[in-house]
């Protein structure tokens, strides 16, 4: 071996390194931050789910660059996951933080990744003000806002002839923010809120005084948000009482999720929501998803909540990819992100930086011993309006 060559190889490289004509291997720390356990823990498994299939479908386009893993379980918590988000940043050096179920958990994060710079990827959690007024350069949202999911069921249960809704949603950000978005949108076109009662997050086991509160109203529909495991134990209470064959149920789709529709069974039956994931979206992206989760996951299907993950890490890789190895740039690039993914076309706002994207209204009936989701309608590109949000 000719040490003198190698030598002047390798100041030759060095050079080039520094002067940024050859992009220097760089590693790229994640911390995902997700619930593993309380009433959105399936929710957080599926994210991530979707997060490491997407690794693994991306990650051969990462070049020298690597990607290394790290996670924390927020439960529902705001106080605890704020410790998380900051151990990952302050002690571990993660550079991008992506998840986040809870409404409540963003917007207790929000200060410190904005103040600190550091880029987050929501893969959840709706909270309208981290895409409104409260918004930052360094938060980006690749799940939906809370008002984009609902706002299109407004106008679109009025049209059905229903005149008089009662709304139920858990009490926190998320669920007084869906069910406002509907509000709107179902009084401007001629409707009546006639009732509306707001149950604790975390331990409600029993729905049965809440439902009876809403059948005494008399409305022609109830329109709600649960999601995880008070979504289904809602749905197989809202069978149990008998009120859904005289008043239907509508919602945000989170509550009929892929990831626990089976478990609900016939009854998920008859119930109308909005969503801007369902399994059984026909295009051929979606069907190759769908067959590499299954294969991936024992059969399972993928939910919305697997696809924001899955989403999550095509956004980083394809920012890694673009920034050529300046980490400041990848934190530019995250934004500049657009593809057509399994739930449809997908971009970032530039102007919130929430995603925008089809919202579909889907139906689930019980069909030879399953839950068959077809969609109805599909409202495309749906985009929020600033809010209040000013980069
Ligand atoms: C939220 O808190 O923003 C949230 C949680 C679960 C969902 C949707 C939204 O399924």
Redesign the pocket.
């Known amino acids: 071996m000719n040490l003198k060559k190698t030598g002047a190889a390798l100041a030759v490289i060095a050079s080039l390194v520094t002067s940024g004509a050859i992009a220097k291997a760089e590693e790229y720390k994640v911390g995902l931050l997700l619930p593993f356990s309380g009433v959105?823990a399936g929710?957080g498994s599926h994210i991530e789910n979707g997060f490491n299939l997407g690794l693994e479908h991306f990650g051969s386009e990462l070049g020298s660059d690597t990607i290394t893993v790290d996670k924390a379980d927020t439960e529902?918590d705001p106080a605890s996951s704020l410790a998380k988000a900051k151990k990952m940043v302050l002690q571990d050096k993660d550079d991008v933080l992506v998840g986040l179920?809870?409404?409540?958990?963003?917007a207790a994060v929000r200060d410190f990744v904005h103040q600190s710079k550091t880029p987050l990827i929501v893969a959840?959690?709706?909270?309208d003000e981290a895409t409104g007024a409260d918004c930052s350069p360094s938060i980006i949202r690749v799940s939906?806002s809370?008002s984009q999911i609902n706002r299109p069921m407004g106008p679109w249960l009025a049209a059905q002839g229903k005149k008089k809704v009662y709304l139920m949603a858990p009490d926190?950000?998320?669920g007084h923010q869906?069910m406002e978005a509907f509000r709107e949108g179902f009084v401007a076109n001629g409707g009546e809120i006639v009732g509306e009662t707001y149950p604790p997050l975390q331990g409600t086991t029993d729905y049965g005084p809440y439902l009876a509160a809403a059948k005494a109203a008399n409305p022609d529909a109830i329109y709600v948000?649960f999601?995880?495991s008070a979504?289904i134990t809602f749905v197989k209470q809202y069978k149990d009482f008998g009120i859904g064959e005289e008043i239907p149920l509508y919602g945000?789709g989170?509550l009929t999720?892929a990831a626990y529709v089976h478990v609900q069974g016939e009854a998920a039956d008859n119930t109308t929501v909005a969503l801007h994931y369902v399994p059984s979206i026909d295009t051929a992206e979606n069907k190759a998803f769908q067959e590499a989760y299954q294969a991936k996951y024992e059969g399972k299907l993928a939910s919305?909540?697997a696809v924001a993950g899955y989403d999550s890490a095509r956004l980083v890789i394809e920012a890694i990819k673009a920034a050529g190895g300046d980490k400041a740039k990848f934190k530019e690039e995250l934004a500049k992100v657009s593809f057509n993914g399994p739930r449809g076309p997908l971009r970032i706002d530039p102007a919130t930086h929430n995603v925008v994207q089809n919202v579909y209204i889907y139906k689930n009936e019980w069909k030879d011993g399953k839950v068959v989701q077809t969609i109805l309608e599909t409202v495309p590109d749906v985009q929020d309006a600033p809010n209040g949000c000013s980069m």
């Open positions: 959105y929710l529902a179920v809870s409404s409540a958990v963003l959840n959690a709706g909270n939906f809370n926190y950000a998320a869906m948000f999601a995880g979504a945000s989170f999720s919305e909540f």
